[in-house]
């Protein structure tokens, strides 16, 4: 996997995602993994530019102005690390990552984040759908439990494979933290 010209895409790494308002989890080493990925990005010196969800939805734990807004502790931006802000599912939509990412010179994204099924899956379709080649790593990502319309519910635990499984199909490199962490570049940023 070359990475010499990729940039690494931390998706809604929001404190209103643990409201008791949210359905469960599954995966309760998102932080841990995530800031594992971080920290070894930031060390190979390569680009990093955050998004963040501001929802437009009254109530909602991710609307600006509410504690849950914030970023997790530790995901934060760096001073030089851009904040891409969103409404939408995608983060290419109504924002200027593209042209942030062209000009850098990305040609490869790496993403991670929260929620598996709807605004990483839908930032990396779009992604793919731009002409990026795209790498999810499926452990730095969380999604909930969801309601199945017919009165059931389906485990987040399986809503997330199913996800990744169709990512992987057509959209992107499927990877863990380790594989990608072994495949970083020494040298930093190839610009």
């Given at each position: 996997m070359d990475l010499t010209r990729a940039a690494l895409?931390?998706?809604d790494m929001q404190q209103g995602f643990d409201a008791p308002s949210w359905p469960g989890r599954w995966n309760r080493l998102v932080?841990?993994?995530?800031l594992r990925l971080l920290a070894a990005w930031r060390a190979a010196r390569l680009p990093v530019v955050h998004v963040r969800h501001d929802s437009v939805e009254p109530g909602s734990t991710l609307r600006p102005g509410e504690p849950g807004n914030a970023l997790r502790p530790g995901f934060e931006p760096l001073p030089g690390e851009p904040l891409v802000t969103k409404s939408v599912n995608s983060a290419f939509i109504g924002t200027d990552l593209d042209l942030r990412l062209r000009r850098l010179g990305v040609d490869t994204v790496v993403a991670f984040g929260i929620t598996t099924d709807m605004c990483v899956s839908t930032t990396v379709r779009v992604g793919a759908?731009?002409?990026?080649?795209?790498?999810?790593v499926a452990d730095a990502c969380d999604c909930f439990d969801l309601p199945d319309g017919q009165g059931g519910t389906i485990p987040a635990r399986t809503v997330h494979a199913v996800h990744v499984a169709t990512l992987g199909f057509e959209f992107a490199t499927v990877t863990g933290v380790d594989g990608l962490l072994a495949a970083l570049p020494r040298t930093g940023w190839a610009a």
């Open positions: 895409l931390p998706i932080d841990r993994e995530g759908n731009l002409g990026y080649r795209m790498v999810l």
